[in-house]
């Protein structure tokens, strides 16, 4: 390489980083209007592990049975876990797509996060209980614990009870088409 | 070197969200311990703050799960692997010095290094050129021998 | 009307700033006087025009008129007429319409201010400006237009975010602005000399008043900025490694090399390339900052509302300006040998090292600020870094610039012995040391905070040994150095000046290193103290402002025992909007902030926090300080020396 040319690529470097960092740019705008990118969203370190255990009371008057953590330690089938909240308002968006679930058989398991009981029942009686399990973790220590920090969040769990998928917000129906079915199907056997 | 790098903190200003007192450890030293880890924290929810720093409810949370990690007999370095098992490397203001971001940390040494190396490249060249004019083309010549006789008259 | 007045006139802008960016090119090209002159009318045509714009979108403000979506959206009848005002440029679109007012400025300033300039340089200048102008009008009227209106007009606006009724929050974007913007022109200067093909030391006399305009207001847009985030997030601190916040330090950090360095083109004819892709860097990292905040690749506070759709057009426009740019630079730098040579040693070499540092800074800020993005999209990877990674990486590099800064200004050009010089600072290195004596008698010992003490005084020093030496203190006698100091160009007070300011910014970080605060919850008549200090509440009450109520408490802070002051903290709802804010009360005597905040009240009791900040209004002083020695040296007669001579035209050919 002469000393000409080295110096003509040396001199061209900053329009190269440029150019670079405008592709790396346009990239990351693309993500941010398909949902791909998300500075703002915190990845979930828990998947590929088992749940993390937990013993939360229950909320009184649900009838609904316990949500316990021997119910996910194997669960012997795919299941949701879900927190929500009866002041969240993305959780009324997204109770829809949970009620589609709990009536198709899949086992939807709730933790009311933050809430007081006698809210969450109101809440349930409002919408409907997709839950087929229900606990509360008034102090949020329990939803800590699984990485949670906001709600909603939803957890998928293998028939092992490893944690295979999070989602932090309102679950919409394409997402229930595009990422919730389909893992269903592939951890059912 | 995590202690240098925490009195470096001091530096930029204690910062302490509106707490409650009543949130706050009775043994000042532990306390004191209780900030310094919190302000290497990141608020999930807030941009950029650290749990210290923040109002948020989940900061507030995080603040007194620390405190009491710290009051259970956890070191520093134990209250802050708490923390990045259930929320990942985000969490940690301070990114981790691994493959990935070896180049981060050590950038100020190589960008230096590189500038020094750059400007010591470009005065050698500029020695090694000939810093005298281009030498006068055959017409150039010509006309300069013309001018010359001309002034002579 | 008003509003399609205002649409209008924007657009009547963008035709003339086409006009601006063509015409005066050709007439460079050609030597046409004509169209070379036209630049100059056609600057004043758009400053009109979008001063218009401008004015129209503020009287919409004034008035509510609830027809135009932005002041729908932005505003509302009760806001304060002031905050009405300075709302119009609290949001995206009408910061936009603020920031093409500032390039129009600008644009007009260069044709006023530029006699000194040959005229085909000077249309070249002009045409440059008239591209970015292009570019950002485009960008507000086919993606950001604030005069788009919306029927039927609701009842009232939806407010603003109360944290943004504020007197500094105000003044701060256009202060800000200013600088950002004032970037542009020193691009314009490089893009102008990489046309015609030609830096020399004339480009640097040219392009330093105008580099040190940008940086100083830049200086004070930041300052301001941190200024406000001190007094009312809450809890005292001034700088939080924001990627905003970096964002604006970039173009600084840039801005700071360039003046310095221009310095080097005009005394020694070095640095021209060099100096010339900084011009370039400055204003595409003015640009980047532009980009970070209002596409929404950010997660930070200060993130505008995220519109990725606009963040591809500011991209393109990225792109074009900086990407042209370093593409032409490419192109053209290597005809522009450089010719002065200088040994490391000497003022040259002293500059070189700013510079070095000054990048080397940016660069890392740079890294540190976009590798969680990048890594994200990159490898999926999700990191943070936050302010304990950049006050660590950041602390290298900054004490060997202060040394420099010391040093510097007393070495000669050329060749100079460093030991000679530093003797020269034996008085301000006593005064180091006395720094660090004092502080550690009154604060403690707490060793970063006292070595920065030591060397803000050291720097102070050295700023005063620089004036002292060139007055010949200590060769001659007292009064004539005296006559001589009085008689030194601005230039060199200027730049004393600023470095001192420097070294007193040091000193108020230093002190916030001994800050101590003290939390309690207290009922009526109990009373929380630090030190000398002691604050009792007397009692908490409802309060209300125009759009707001609060409650607020009152103290009594005694003095010794004595009663010194009263401070009443507060914390304000905001019914529209529904945000609360809390108000800091700060007691300041220049040399200590008292600093008392509000937190939640329970079973009568309040929960008071209180700060005791020795040296923090030194922070925005010092700051105040650097902003006045750069206009102290634009001030300068020789920079003002063809002020009157606008239409002699200097000799194209010849460098000066």
Not at chain 1, 99 to 111: K, T
Not at chain 3, 466 to 471: L, M, P, V
Not at chain 3, 475 to 484: F, G
Not at chain 3, 487 to 511: E, F
Request: net charge positive; hydrophobic share 50%; with cysteine.
């Amino acid at each position: 390489m002469t000393p000409a040319l080295r110096r003509r690529l040396l001199l061209l470097a900053p329009f190269g980083i440029v150019a670079a960092g405008g592709a790396a740019f346009y990239g990351m705008l693309q993500g941010l209007q398909t949902g791909e990118f998300n500075p703002r969203g915190v990845p979930s370190v828990l998947i590929g592990r088992p749940a993390p255990a937990f013993d939360l009371p229950e909320v009184p008057g649900a009838e609904v049975p316990l949500f316990r953590h021997a119910d996910i330690a194997p669960p012997g089938r795919p299941v949701i876990v879900n927190f929500w909240a009866s002041w969240c308002v993305p959780c009324v968006v997204e109770h829809p797509q949970l009620m589609a679930l709990s009536r198709e058989g899949v086992p939807v398991f709730g933790i009311a996060y933050k809430d007081r009981p006698e809210d969450s029942r109101g809440f349930l009686r409002r919408h409907g209980n997709p839950f087929a399990r229900l606990a509360r973790d008034e102090p949020g220590r329990a939803a800590i614990d699984w990485g949670v920090y906001g709600v909603p969040e939803t957890y998928l769990l293998d028939a092992q009870g490893i944690i295979r998928w999070r989602f932090a917000g309102a679950v919409t129906p394409e997402i229930l088409a595009r990422e919730i079915r389909p893992l269903l199907r592939r951890y059912a056997s | 070197m995590i202690r240098a790098a925490l009195v470096l903190l001091l530096l930029s200003g204690p910062a302490l969200a509106i707490g409650n007192p009543a949130d706050m450890l009775p043994d000042p030293a532990q306390e004191a311990r209780a900030r310094e880890i919190g302000r290497e924290l990141r608020c999930l929810v807030c941009q950029n703050e650290s749990i210290e720093d923040s109002n948020a409810d989940l900061a507030r949370d995080l603040r007194l799960l620390v405190r009491e990690r710290i009051r259970a007999g956890d070191s520093d370095a134990q209250v802050v692997a708490f923390l990045r098992d259930r929320y990942g490397d985000f969490v940690l203001l301070r990114p981790p010095f691994n493959a990935s971001t070896a180049a981060l940390w050590l950038s100020p040494a190589l960008v230096l290094a590189g500038g020094i190396l750059t400007m010591w490249l470009v005065r050698r060249r500029g020695h090694a050129a000939p810093a005298g004019p281009a030498p006068l083309s055959p017409e150039e010549q010509a006309r300069l021998a013309a001018l010359e006789a001309e002034a002579r008259r | 009307m008003i509003a399609e007045a205002g649409h209008f006139a924007l657009a009547l802008a963008l035709a003339l700033s086409l006009a601006l960016s063509t015409l005066p090119l050709l007439g460079a090209a050609r030597g046409d006087a004509a169209l070379m002159e036209a630049a100059r009318p056609l600057s004043h045509g758009v400053l009109l025009t979008i001063a218009a714009a401008f004015g129209f979108l503020a009287w919409a403000y004034v008035v509510n008129d609830t027809t135009v979506m932005n002041v729908v959206q932005n505003s509302h009848s009760l806001k304060p007429l002031l905050y009405k005002i300075t709302g119009v440029w609290g949001n995206h679109e009408g910061s936009m319409v603020l920031w093409v007012l500032i390039l129009a400025i600008c644009a007009a300033s260069v044709a006023a201010f530029g006699g000194n300039l040959p005229s085909v340089f000077r249309a070249r200048v002009l045409a440059v400006l008239g591209w970015v102008l292009v570019g950002f009008l485009a960008f507000i009227l086919l993606t950001s237009n604030p005069f788009e209106r919306v029927w039927p007009p609701p009842p009232d606006g939806q407010g603003l975010n109360p944290l943004l009724q504020d007197i500094a929050l105000a003044i701060h974007p256009p202060l800000l602005y200013v600088g950002y913007v004032g970037t542009a022109i020193t691009y314009a200067f490089a893009v102008a000399a990489l046309i015609e093909g030609r830096v020399d030391s004339a480009w640097g006399r040219w392009v330093r008043p105008w580099a040190v305009a940008s940086w100083a207001f830049l200086t004070l847009g930041i300052a301001i900025g941190s200024w406000w985030a001190y007094y009312e997030l809450g809890w005292g601190g001034f700088w939080f490694w924001d990627p905003v916040e970096n964002a604006s330090l970039l173009p600084w950090l840039a801005g700071t090399a360039l003046l310095h360095s221009a310095i080097v083109v005009e005394k020694r004819e070095a640095l021209k390339i060099w100096s010339v892709l900084l011009a370039l860097l400055a204003f595409g990292l003015s640009l980047l900052g532009t980009f970070l905040v209002r596409s929404g690749v950010l997660n930070s506070v200060h993130a505008f509302a995220n519109d990725p759709e606009r963040g591809v057009f500011i991209l393109g426009l990225l792109l074009a300006y900086v990407g042209g740019g370093f593409l032409l630079f490419a192109l053209r730098a290597p005809a522009m040998a450089p010719t002065g040579l200088f040994a490391p040693v000497s003022r040259e070499g002293a500059l070189v090292l700013n510079n070095l540092l000054m990048c080397s800074l940016a660069v890392v800020v740079f890294l540190g600020t976009l590798w969680p993005m990048f890594a994200d999209f990159l490898f999926g990877v999700s990191i943070s870094v936050g302010p304990p990674f950049f006050n660590m990486a950041s602390f290298p590099l900054v004490v060997p610039l202060f040394l420099a800064m010391a040093v510097g200004p007393l070495m000669p050009w050329k060749r100079a012995a460093l030991w000679p010089a530093v003797q020269r600072l034996w008085a301000a290195a006593v005064l180091g040391l006395l720094g660090f004596l004092a502080a550690l008698a009154i604060g403690g010992w707490n060793p970063l905070p006292l070595l920065g003490f030591a060397a803000a005084a050291y720097l102070i020093g050295a700023a005063i040994t620089d004036i002292a030496d060139r007055a010949g203190v200590g060769r001659t006698t007292l009064a004539n150095a005296w006559n001589r100091a009085r008689g030194l160009p601005r230039a060199a007070w200027g730049a004393a000046i600023a470095h001192a300011g420097v070294g007193v910014c040091l000193a108020g970080i230093s002190g916030m290193g001994f800050a101590t605060e003290r939390i309690a919850a207290l009922s009526p008549g109990q009373s929380v103290a630090i030190g000398a200090y002691e604050w009792r509440l007397e009692g908490v009450r409802d309060a209300a402002g125009p759009n707001w109520t609060s409650r607020r408490a009152t103290l009594t802070v005694l003095h010794n025992g004595q009663p010194y002051a009263v401070m009443e903290p507060e914390r304000r709802f905001f019914p529209i909007g529904r945000q609360t804010t809390t108000e800091a009360s700060i007691r300041t005597n220049i040399l200590r902030d008292l600093y008392a905040v509000m937190g939640e009240e329970e079973g009568g009791r309040a929960v008071i926090r209180v700060h005791y900040k020795p040296l923090a209004p030194l922070i925005w002083i010092g700051a105040i300080i650097m902003a006045a020695g750069g206009f102290l040296s634009l001030s300068d007669r020789r920079l003002r020396v063809a002020g009157g001579a606008r239409r002699r035209e200097a000799q194209a050919g010849v460098p000066a």
